[in-house]
């Protein structure tokens, strides 16, 4: 099992460091931690996480690699571009983005058959995408277009594609988790070894949905796997002060449930463990419990002033950032050259500006549409 990431600590006041970061004395403050101290943990995490994916790469497919990378950075780059066209008033809503949290959707999703059903909350682009669902499909679902996944109806919070077993963008938290159990019955029902990867914030794991479902999937043995994906924050409520013990995943032991804690900033870790939870799935139907401790390095949506995080904490985990630790670990491996990588980038960033064009071509959706899909 991967190491356990440290729990963040953070300096809200006298925040000073050296300029390069690594050397010189920065004040401490009321815990003690000094912003140095918390940089050198980040690397000192990285250095540790490197030699773990240096092993895992030599088992791995090198075109399973390069995919992976390429799915994180089209994540990264679409996500980025989101920003940018939300800021314009091109998308409008309520919109999540997921930048900084690539290596959990990507890893996980990625161990997966393409008849395994899916279902998360709404910081939901890049699963969509992994899935599936084209860039095009999703970019005009921001925009509410005819040509969106849900054909403009949805929005940013509701992907959906059940030709890809794609089941939402879900907005009420945790209300996914009864669905996905549910999923996972209906799979077993039918007869088949589908698992269902359910995913949902920590904020979620206060939720009675949690437990409730937790118990019913352990009791009646159900192929469901739960990821939490712990980015620390609810809104602007860190963990600590929303939840009486640290650890999601040992939460699982109140239900007799396999769990892990895997870091969320090593896609490959990521991938091992939900190897090992689909084996249990696909054997006799048991659920898993992940925990993936990740960090997302945006605000909460885009309209959160982001007041509640110094920008220290920020950088700590972005001295972590996923596709940099995967990229140098491939790049390191002679998996990949300078040239490869420079090649995904551009292949990223033109399916981006592809998704682009065509959201902005696709019409809005036609007035008939709107009592169509409509259950009440
Ligand atoms: C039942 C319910 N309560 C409150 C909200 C408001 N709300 C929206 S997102 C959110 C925080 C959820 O945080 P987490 O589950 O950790 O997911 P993250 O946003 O970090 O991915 C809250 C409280 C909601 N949508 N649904
Ligand atoms: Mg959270």
């Not at 000192?44 to 950075?73: C, D, F, H, W």
């Not at 982001?306 to 990229?327: A, N």
Request: hydrophobic letters at 35%; charged letters at 25%.
């Amino acid at each position: 099992m991967p190491t356990t990431a440290t729990r963040q600590k953070t300096k809200t006041k006298n925040s000073k460091s050296s300029t390069n970061g690594t050397t010189g004395t920065a004040p401490k403050d009321d815990d003690g931690v000094t912003d140095t101290v918390n940089r050198k943990e980040a690397r000192a995490e990285n250095v540790t996480r490197q030699k773990a994916q240096a092993g895992s790469i030599k088992n791995t497919e090198p075109a399973l690699l390069k995919e992976m990378l390429y799915q994180m950075v089209l994540g990264r780059y679409f996500e980025q571009k989101c920003a940018e066209v939300y800021r314009i008033g091109k998308i409008g809503g309520f919109c999540h983005l997921y930048i900084g949290q690539e290596a959990v959707g990507v890893g996980s999703m990625m161990a997966l058959r393409d008849d395994d059903l899916v279902i998360t909350a709404y910081r939901d682009h890049v699963q969509a995408m992994v899935k599936g669902i084209t860039p095009e499909a999703v970019m005009a679902e921001l925009y509410g277009r005819a040509g969106g996944c849900v054909g403009g109806k949805g929005g940013s919070m509701h992907m959906f594609s059940a030709e890809h077993q794609f089941y939402g963008g879900h907005g009420i938290v945790g209300g996914q988790i009864g669905v996905g159990t549910g999923m996972a019955f209906a799979t077993k029902y039918q007869g088949t070894d589908k698992v269902t990867l359910c995913f949902f914030g920590e904020a979620a794991v206060n939720q009675g949905m949690f437990h409730e479902s937790l118990n019913m999937a352990q009791l009646w043995k159900l192929p469901v796997i739960f990821i939490c994906e712990n980015n620390q924050y609810g809104m602007g409520t860190s963990q600590k002060r929303a939840m009486s013990i640290s650890s999601v995943a040992q939460k699982a032991e109140a239900y007799g449930m396999a769990n892990e804690f895997v870091d969320g900033m090593d896609v490959l870790a990521v991938r091992e463990a939900t190897l090992r939870a689909i084996e249990r799935a696909r054997k006799d139907g048991s659920p898993t419990l992940l925990e993936i401790r990740c960090y997302r390095f945006m605000g909460h949506s885009m309209s959160d002033p982001g007041k509640y995080r110094t920008s220290d904490e920020i950088k700590k985990y972005q001295e972590r950032d996923p596709i940099v630790l995967f990229k140098t670990s491939l790049t390191d491996a002679k998996v990949i050259t300078d040239k490869d990588y420079a090649e995904i980038e551009n292949r990223a960033k033109e399916a981006v500006e592809k998704a682009i064009k065509f959201a902005e071509e696709s019409p809005l959706p036609d007035e008939k549409e709107l009592f169509t899909d409509v259950y009440a």
